[in-house]
């Protein structure tokens, strides 16, 4: 079946129809069984130095295998916004945005930002007279929004009601979750069948100088390996460089209706106009998500080898194909469901709020400087 509005809000209608998804199989840019690089994650205070990665079991075809993590969802959904975000700065996509000017780094906007419309640093940023942004209308509707009504959030955040959000600095009520919206979506990509692959380290230095020897160049003498200088010879030492090889990496994205369906408007027919639109955003970002994120790290590029498809899953596990879904459908489904607004008296904000950075975050980052 074609992806379109109209099929997009039968399935939403349809309670039986839980969401989407869709499993692709990746495999190294350098072929089957080429070494890849993980993401190396910060060890626990007092654990033995070295890389570290994410390891855990799984079960697959009723075989236990080792897999490891190569992108999580936190991960994943950064990279949605850079996607989304290359949309935007084509003028092929309008979303409401605020643009933060900060001095010697430019332009940050929502989607550069951790905690998108919820981070401090929009949440204490000046507007352009002056005033603080949290005292503005805009902020105070985005406190009041809750599950209920979350119409302010549409109008100006609808990310946050995609990928999630929490305003954990503003002092919003807890009740009736206030400032905490769940994701509803969500992209993995995992190593299975991983084995570690140990690498030497060492370092030549074209001038020859012995790494063991001491020169004072500004800050004491040191040995010149420890700033940067002379020869390493090539070793396993105890903390080699580490890359894995796998069978395949797996990447499994989720667009959940029911995080949607839990989400009010405003009444019937905006709820249901305002889901649409929110479906059709997430399933963008997940298809630009696809197109564009083969590229990790370095020496870790990925190439889809194979792909399930888009699935309909169903309550009654009888799941159907959804076909015809790229990033330009998307973005026409996206354009048409935002078209429905105005008949519905819902509002989306265009225009993007200029904001400038709090001037004791800007003697912050000099401080960092140095």
Known sequence: MEFTLD??????????????????????????????????????????????????????DDELVKTCLLDSPASQANRIEESLLELVSADRLSLPLHRMQVPHIGELTDLDLPHRTYDAAIGTAKLSDGTDWKKSEVAKQLREASRKNAASLLEHAPLILIL??????????????????????WSKIVAIDAFKMNRPGGRLDPMGLPSSHKVDLGDGDKKLVDQGLGVVPPSMDRYPRLSITMRYAEQRSVVSFGVFRKIGFG???????????????????????HRDGGHLRSECDLVCED?????????????EPLSGLTVECALQVVQEALARFPSYGLKFRTEPIVVHVHESLIAAMGRSDT
């Open 267 to 289: 009444g019937s027919g905006k709820d249901a106009a305002a889901r649409d639109f929110l479906a059709a955003l997430a399933i963008l970002g997940l298809t630009a998500l």
């Open 164 to 185: 999630g959000g929490w305003d954990s600095h503003s002092g919003t009520a807890a009740n009736a979750w206030q400032g905490r919206h769940e994701k509803a979506i």
């Open 7 to 60: 099929r997009l809000s039968a399935l939403m209608a349809d309670p039986a129809v839980r969401g989407l998804s869709i499993t692709r199989q990746l495999q190294p840019l350098g072929g089957r069984g080429d070494g890849i690089s993980p993401p190396t994650f910060a060890q626990a205070e007092g654990d033995e130095k070295g890389p570290r990665y994410v390891w855990s079991e799984r079960r697959v």
């Open 307 to 319: 792909t399930s498809g888009w699935q309909v899953r169903r309550d009654d596990a009888v799941d």
